[in-house]
């Protein structure tokens, strides 16, 4: 059974900084691209960040220069630095998992939701001002 475990989610004011981590379980694709994705109510998915095996990221253009993508090969944890946190960040995170090999992880994050592979259960980030 495939599980990827989000955690650091929580409520910080505008500007604070938050580190969430997906730990997989049962996921054996960790040198596939991996990323972070993010549901504000209301609102679609979105990408937030992806990484692949030679720790290449991308960003959403709303996050660049706040948020870091990174992910520890050895114990096969996927990071998200996020800094300078603003009210418009206020979402549900999900890690996501491919389980497809895709040589440019930032096209595979615009692919359907059900498309992409292997999801966590979420973590609640919410920033007040």
């Known amino acids: 059974q495939v599980e990827l475990v989000e955690t650091g989610g929580g409520s910080v004011q505008v500007g604070g900084s938050l580190r969430l981590a997906c730990t997989p379980s049962?996921?054996?694709?960790?040198?596939?691209?991996m990323g972070w994705f993010r549901r504000a109510p209301g609102k679609e998915r979105e990408g937030v960040a992806t990484i692949d095996s030679d720790n290449l990221a991308t960003y959403h253009d709303s996050v660049k220069g706040r948020f870091t993508i990174s992910k520890d090969n050895v114990k096969n944890i996927l990071y998200l630095e996020m800094n300078d946190l603003k009210p418009e960040d206020t979402a549900m995170y999900y890690c996501v998992g491919a389980v497809d090999y895709w040589s440019d992880c930032g096209r595979w994050s615009r692919q359907d939701p059900q498309d992409l592979g292997s999801w966590g259960q979420g973590t609640q980030v919410t920033v007040s001002s």
């Open positions: 049962g996921y054996r694709y960790t040198t596939y691209c």
